[in-house]
């Protein structure tokens, strides 16, 4: 596999399930990113991990939590989410966070 | 803080006809400067990026783009377009100093060919 996978790439859950989005990058990158992609609004920077520590957390609630074991993977662990929650999730990489960022197809992700 | 403005969500334009999707900018500080295109079910990739020198960038795909400080613009254009060109277009800005850290999306232009 090449690039940045992620799964699933759709994804069902009520408001009181637990799940997580994964994904993996095969590019030797050192950065990694969670963005949301909501319909009419601008790409939303969510997290990023540089050398696995979190450098960024744009005031995202509590119930997205990233978790980056290490350089190649980057987990979003969701919990209790909302119907508003409801968008695609886009997890990038880069080789630095100066660098340009290579992009995953999205989980697509619907809360009931 | 940076904004990054996209006037048309979506343009139409017939095939082989010329195309220009514009893209503003504010920023207190030096920006890089960027266009990315996501194709229908995929996700964004790079489509060409102003960091420094010749004002004038170009994709390899027939795009072209211009940095105009004056305006604070990046319009994006290209010449001839074809049916393959149908995607999602994209300008981003980011400080130079932070990079990706504080970088900033437009809300898209959506460009439709019509054959």
């Known amino acids: 596999e090449t690039g940045v996978t992620q799964t699933p790439r759709h994804l069902v859950m009520g408001m009181t399930n637990k799940k997580s989005l994964k994904c993996e990058q095969h590019?030797?990158?050192?950065?990694m990113y969670w963005y949301k992609q909501s319909a009419k609004k601008p790409l939303e920077l969510m997290f990023v991990?540089?050398?696995?520590?979190?450098?960024e957390n744009n005031s995202v609630p509590s119930r997205f939590s990233p978790e980056c074991p290490n350089s190649s993977h980057l987990f979003l662990h969701l919990h209790t989410l909302q119907p508003e929650d409801s968008a695609l999730y886009l997890c990038?990489?880069?080789?630095?966070?100066?660098?340009?960022?290579?992009f995953g197809e999205g989980s697509r992700l619907t809360v009931l | 803080a940076q904004s990054v403005t996209q006037l048309d969500s979506q343009v139409p334009v017939f095939e082989e006809a010329p195309v220009e999707l514009r893209c503003n900018y504010s920023s207190s500080v030096s920006v890089y400067l960027f266009w990315y295109v996501q194709y229908p079910n995929q996700g964004l990739q790079l489509l060409l990026k102003?960091?420094?020198?010749?004002?004038l960038v170009e994709s390899i795909n027939g795009f072209e783009a211009e940095f105009n400080k004056s305006q604070t613009s990046f319009h994006l254009r290209k010449p001839s377009v074809h049916i393959s060109d149908t995607a999602e277009y994209f300008c981003a800005v980011s400080d130079i100093n932070f990079g990706n850290e504080k970088l900033t999306f437009g809300t898209g232009t959506r460009l439709t060919i019509i054959p």
């Open positions: 990038a990489s880069s080789q630095s966070v100066l660098g340009e960022l290579f």
């Open positions: 590019l030797g990158h050192n950065a």
């Open positions: 102003y960091l420094s020198g010749s004002t």
């Open positions: 991990y540089n050398f696995k520590e979190q450098t």
